[in-house]
């Protein structure tokens, strides 16, 4: 399943949003004199544009960013100093001893074993780290829920049994329960954004980049010639302008994201 680093980014202004309110409750404070964490780490870290902010706000800090799309990370910046991308999988990384500051920005939906990963993290985490996150919690959203039932009732529908998860994430109280449990102080939240889109079909466009991109790759192995994909895509774009008409200013796309930011005491 490849990631395509242009359509990603034709929403960039709306998908940064979430990544820099999470960003600003982390209120680093080694209690040692260090002005700045010794590593930053940015897990899933995509074209790593906001990777680079981190660079900006800790330039004392080595920032790595880390993501297994090798077409994501051939975009990112190089000429950032202190900045460098390493290409791997969430799943494989644990932190290491210096790994003061620990942010995973709309990833971890996509590694279904996060939730047993998450405490095996902030175990490994040096004292006084910080670890912040943030997923999208629009499941239930009709984008998503008009997908799942569209995936299920088709021609299509036996290429794309399985692929389409329904709820991947915890709630608030879920992550935030699993840091208190690992000794964290912690606090976690959720905000529903209500993103103006434009242009033709512009749900879909958003899609298109993130929570679509599994059924269209497992439709296009299914059908090389591209038919099958095609119909399914015209079918749920038709739901998709009924459940998001468009308004004098635009569409409105209402959009909740998960937070949670815990520190290691």
């Known amino acids: 399943m490849r990631w395509d680093p242009d359509r990603y980014a034709a929403f960039a202004d709306d998908r940064a949003r979430p990544f820099h309110d999470l960003v600003a409750q982390v209120a680093w404070s ?7 964490p010794r590593r930053v780490v940015d897990l899933g870290c995509g074209p790593g ?7 900006a706000r800790w330039p004392g800090a080595q920032v790595v960013g880390i993501d297994s799309s090798a077409e994501m990370l051939a975009t990112a910046p190089s000429d950032v100093p202190g900045l460098a991308f390493e290409l791997g999988a969430i799943e494989d990384w644990t932190p290491g001893a210096t790994d003061d500051v620990v942010v995973t920005n709309a ?3 996509w590694v279904p074993s996060h939730v047993e990963l998450l405490p095996r993290w902030f175990a490994a985490m040096p004292s006084g780290g910080w670890f912040a996150m943030q997923v999208p919690g629009n499941f239930d959203s ?15 529908a036996p290429a794309l049994d399985g692929v389409l998860r329904a709820d991947p994430v915890l709630d608030p109280a879920g992550y935030l329960g699993l840091m208190l449990d690992a000794g964290l102080e912690a606090r976690a939240w959720e905000t529903t954004y209500a993103q103006l889109l434009s242009g033709d079909d512009p749900v879909l466009a958003w899609v298109r980049g993130t929570g679509l991109r599994p059924a269209v790759a497992a439709l296009d192995a299914a059908d090389p010639t591209g038919a099958l994909t095609t119909a399914f895509t015209e079918r ?4 998709l302008r009924t459940a998001y008409p468009a ?7 209402p959009f909740r994201r998960v937070f949670a930011v815990g520190r290691k005491r």
């Open 49 to 55: 544009t906001l990777t680079a902010t981190l660079a």
């Open 30 to 36: 080694a209690g040692d004199g260090r002005e700045a």
């Open 236 to 239: 749920y774009a038709a739901l």
């Open 142 to 156: 009709p984008s998503h829920a008009l997908m799942r039932s569209v995936a299920a009732d088709g021609p299509w």
């Open 107 to 109: 990833a971890l939906q």
């Open 247 to 253: 308004g004098p200013h635009g569409t409105v796309y």
